[in-house]
């Protein structure tokens, strides 16, 4: 897991990629590396930084010339296979191909054999050689043969191209800004902010979505104009000789079901073969050189990775006892508050597999004093404060000596585990099998503790509304609906009326899912549109913060195209959602881990931590920042908000969203350029240091 970073520029402005790289520190403080290059003649020089590798002899990046050069890749190194030298980036084989890398590719060991029979050697035992051999070999099809999170970027001099590429889902951020002439990548927003070409401007129509549709991460576009992300599943491909930038899908899952497997003879087979890929892609994600971990909710999918990984490592041991220690580590956010705190589950698995249970409590306190840190490092604003314990969790795991971690994520869009989507479930056998068998649907939903079944039609119903009708609505009466179609919570005399008629006939977007079914339409735009691609963000950003690699086995693609080849009731059935991991797990998850009817997501009292903020927040709605919003923002709204007791400003509509924007506006456009997060105490404080604010282009 790395930071990367780079510079396309026939104007040479290519000292910024210092910068860039130092901001990224955070991201991989194990090593720093970059590569200067004059694309035409093939001409290079290396450079080092601080944290260079001690075994190598790099001149300083700041003493070279730069220039004589037009193009420039910077790296961070967090070594996680072969901590040595050998493993320095750029890498390069021949000093024709150059690689920047950030993620792991899992099945490198396959690959490295596979190339070997071809002819090829190796001189390290990291992944990240392996990419530059199998790009040798296969070009731009070694995409396809990669298992793994990964966002690269390789200048190849023979055919003076850059080759950038991302994973199938996006687990690794890839953004760019590309001006017809000049190219900037980065793996964090902020650092491709400090080259002077990018402009310092917030994009309008995010925050719109953001503000009134409530949804982020939805498009190619991000808050910041010119400045956008490459998709998941593409690769970008730019000729320096004439300049040309285009972008290509590489992957694209395929939502043909086979209908076959709904046999009950067949079920069998489909349990099996499910167990089967998620313990291999845990198995996998085990890899390592360096200390391993899990996060760990009390949750269907945490529970079932921590007993799978349990297993894999008692029986296989698949990781050396040295790395891993005698005793698996657990890492587990808590709530004071009884009713939202699921420790009683999570204790059961720690209980049964005899893992190390490592705890933190977030705090109100620990927020409010590290809201700007929080901001700053997200990159975009976020939805609520429920990515606060993920952050929590992640720096717990690094004050613990664990620099990987694997979690549950994409679970609940792969096998429809939020609640919300029943209804969508209820429009899908109502279309297949008629009313009365939604309605039997929505009884047995009720009866294993779910929606009651009036909530779940009077959701369904709400759902076969136009669009237009349900936006409306939800002004009036907040509805129970699937992840990002729930509206932000703000109401519309609280945002700027020219703001909503600019853009009253913009509308979400959605995947196309031509010819599959309701549910599965619904999960598609959630996996690759509305809703897992903002909480990978949060992942990236919260883990990486810290200097933790997160992984994800329930994205391992060979899972998720195995998943969606099935009949929707392996994923809803009787009542029961997640039903293909519940009957395919049952056999080593303790029953009340396995049949829990409550479902509580990421859980935090919200609400109490906004009113213990309540003098911060009205310090934030008096500042300079919210008063540039008010294009965003009904000022009068605003005004209103801050005369409020604690406790009605804390029950505010969309209160966090506008204490986010706020806080993010300032960071980002009033005290733009920064030195960064200097870096991250015991506690998790992160001191930022400012400087004078750039704007425009």
Not at 92 to 98: A, K, S
Request: neutral net charge; hydrophobic residues 40%; aromatic residues 10%.
């Amino acid at each position: 897991m790395c930071g990367i970073c780079g510079i396309f520029d026939p104007q040479s402005r290519l000292r910024p990629i210092s910068e860039m790289n130092n901001l990224l520190r955070h991201r991989g403080p194990d090593d720093e590396g970059y590569l200067f290059a004059q694309t035409e003649s093939g001409a290079y020089k290396q450079a080092g930084g601080p944290d260079s590798h001690p075994d190598l002899s790099l001149p300083d990046c700041n003493s070279v010339e730069v220039h004589n050069h037009d193009l420039a890749l910077g790296s961070r190194r967090l070594a996680i296979l072969d901590l040595s030298a050998a493993g320095h980036m750029p890498m390069t084989v021949d000093g024709r191909l150059w690689l920047v890398y950030n993620g792991e590719i899992y099945n490198y060991r396959e690959l490295q054999a596979e190339l070997q029979t071809l002819g090829y050697s190796f001189r390290s035992h990291a992944d990240t050689e392996v990419i530059l051999a199998a790009y040798t070999e296969w070009g731009t099809e070694c995409l396809s043969r990669f298992n793994g999170m990964f966002s690269f970027a390789i200048w190849d001099a023979g055919k003076k191209r850059l080759f950038c590429a991302r994973d199938r889902f996006g687990i690794k951020p890839f953004y760019y800004y590309w001006d017809g002439s000049s190219l900037i990548f980065a793996s964090e927003i902020k650092a491709l902010m400090q080259h002077p070409a990018v402009p310092a401007e917030p994009r309008e129509s995010a925050i719109y979505d953001y503000l009134i549709l409530g949804v982020s991460d939805h498009s190619d576009a991000t808050f910041f104009n010119g400045i956008e992300v490459l998709p998941a599943g593409h690769f970008l491909l730019l000729d320096t000789r004439d300049r040309q930038l285009r972008i290509e899908q590489w992957w694209n899952l395929d939502l043909h079901c086979q209908e076959d497997l709904e046999a009950p003879e067949r079920r069998a087979y489909v349990r099996g073969r499910f167990r089967e890929l998620l313990t291999d892609a845990v198995r996998l994600r085990l890899r390592s050189d360096v200390p391993v971990g899990t996060c760990l909710s009390g949750g269907l999918d945490s529970s079932a990775i921590v007993s799978l990984c349990n297993s894999l490592m008692r029986e296989e041991h698949v990781i050396p006892q040295g790395v891993i220690g005698d005793h698996q580590k657990t890492f587990t956010a808590r709530n004071f508050e009884p009713e939202i705190d699921e420790h009683h589950f999570s204790r059961k698995i720690v209980d049964m597999t005899g893992a190390e249970e490592n705890l933190v409590y977030p705090s109100s306190d620990l927020l409010w004093q590290e809201l700007e840190s929080f901001v700053w490092q997200l990159d975009e604003p976020v939805d609520s404060t429920s990515q606060y314990p993920q952050w929590n969790v992640m720096r717990l795991a690094r004050q613990r000596g664990v620099k990987v971690v694997l979690d549950g994520q994409g679970g609940d869009e792969l096998l429809a585990g939020y609640q919300s989507y029943y209804p969508t479930y209820l429009d899908e056998v109502s279309s297949r099998e008629g009313t009365i068998a939604a309605m039997s649907a929505a009884l047995d939903f009720a009866r294993i503790g779910g929606t009651p079944a009036r909530d779940c039609l009077r959701s369904y119903a709400y759902r076969k509304l136009p669009w237009r009708m349900q936006q409306t609505l939800s002004f009036f009466q907040a509805q129970r609906t699937a992840p990002g179609t729930g509206g932000s919570g703000l109401k519309a005399w609280q945002v700027s009326q020219l703001l909503i008629w600019k853009f009253q006939n913009r509308r979400l977007p959605s995947a196309p899912a031509n010819g599959t079914g309701p549910l599965v339409k619904a999960l598609y735009n959630d996996l690759t549109r509305t809703n897992l691609p903002k909480l990978l963000r949060y992942e990236d950003r919260n883990s990486m913060t810290f200097s933790i690699e997160a992984r994800l086995p329930f994205l391992d693609f060979r899972l998720v195209e195995f998943v969606f080849a099935l009949p929707v009731s392996y994923r809803i059935s009787g009542g029961w959602t997640k039903r293909i991991l519940r009957d395919s797990m049952r056999d080593i998850l303790p029953n009340e881990i396995c049949w829990r009817r409550s479902k509580l997501g990421f859980p935090v009292p919200e609400a109490k931590w906004l009113q213990a903020g309540a003098s911060q927040i009205r310090q934030l709605l008096t500042s300079p920042a919210t008063r540039e919003l008010d294009r965003f923002l009904d000022p009068g709204a605003i005004e209103g908000m801050r005369a409020l007791p604690d406790a009605a400003l804390a029950a505010s509509p969309g209160l966090w969203r506008i204490v986010n924007l706020v806080v993010w506006f300032k960071l980002y456009f009033q005290r733009q350029r920064r030195e960064g997060v200097t870096g991250v105490t015991g506690t998790g404080h992160t001191e930022l240091r400012g400087t004078e604010p750039r704007r425009g282009g």
